[in-house]
């Protein structure tokens, strides 16, 4: 009996490790692939409960959700061979579970440095295909859809990667090469400033030959305008001394002679030497 119940005992647990061995899982954030004697035997076995020989088969997983790849710095040249020191970071998750395998074993590591290694010459190449302004600044975004497509054409097909974003998280100069590219921007700022100068000094004085031009023309016409004015007074003056005149000849002479007297007599220093019987005197002789 008790031989029996022993023997019993150890097939079920015999069929108890043999069932254990049997059934796996894959879960829903995994990618998994199976091996049967190291060969493939199902590539990216999909997420549930499976069957699988004991000893002949067995299951390798790795993690399917997007993981971050943090690069360490790296210095680069740019178009005009000045180094920049270059920290970036890149997202990617297994794209081909069977790909992935043969390039890595399923080692999330080794695809991580993989990664690292294309993502290394893909910046090298970019960045040298560029200046510094465009690095830093002017096509940075565009440098790294650049870079992105062409890792993903590249580790598609080396590892069954893709990769979901790349990104420049710092751009840094060598501390010999900060100076100079701050003294060649302050020199561009200083020229930029000078051009600024000139430009507003240019504006400055063509304003004030326009408002010397106005000037010139507003005095002009209000000399015209005087001048009209002061013309036809005189000419007024002359129609009603005229119409005097007719009206009355001898009365405007004598007028005329009182305001010649007064002309000539104002300054008493003055000395005139004149014909008593002149014509001037004619209204100063009592009998006239």
């Known amino acids: 009996m008790n031989t029996r119940s022993l023997a019993f005992g150890i097939i079920i647990l015999v069929a108890l490790v043999t069932l254990s061995n049997s059934v796996y899982i894959v ?3 995994d990618r998994a692939i199976l091996l049967r004697f190291g060969a493939v035997a199902e590539a990216d076995v999909a997420p549930g409960l499976h069957f699988k020989l004991p000893v002949a088969e067995t299951v390798r997983r790795a993690d399917g959700r997007v993981l971050t790849l943090d690069s360490q ?5 740019t178009l005009e061979k000045k180094p920049l020191i270059v920290d970036s970071f890149a997202k990617w998750r297994i794209k081909d579970v069977q790909r992935f395998y043969e390039a890595t074993g399923f080692d999330e590591s080794v695809g991580s440095r993989i990664l690292q290694e294309r993502i290394n010459e893909g910046l090298r190449n970019q960045i ?3 200046d510094m302004h465009e690095v830093v600044s002017g096509q940075r975004d565009q440098l790294m859809v650049d870079l992105r ?3 993903n054409r590249v580790m598609s097909q080396a590892a069954g990667i ?3 974003d790349v990104r420049v998280k710092r751009i840094d100069l060598p501390a010999e090469v900060s100076a100079s590219v701050f003294e060649r921007m302050n020199s561009e700022r200083q020229i930029e400033a000078r051009q600024y100068r000139a430009t507003g000094r240019e504006l400055a004085a063509g304003i004030r030959a326009d408002a010397e031009r106005q000037k010139v023309v507003i ?3 209000a000399y015209r305008q005087a001048e009209q004015v002061r013309g036809d007074g005189d000419a007024r003056s002359a129609a009603v001394y005229a119409a005097a005149f007719n009206k009355d000849p001898e009365f405007y002479a004598f007028y005329r002679s009182l305001n010649a007297y007064t002309n000539v ?3 008493r220093s003055d000395v005139m030497v004149l014909d008593p019987e002149s014509e001037f005197f004619k209204y100063l002789d009592p009998e006239s």
């Open 219 to 221: 005095e002009a016409e």
């Open 27 to 29: 879960q829903q954030t």
């Open 162 to 164: 893709e990769v979901v």
């Open 265 to 267: 007599f104002k300054d």
């Open 73 to 77: 710095s790296e210095t680069y040249f």
């Open 128 to 130: 040298s295909r560029r």
């Open 149 to 151: 497509d062409q890792l």
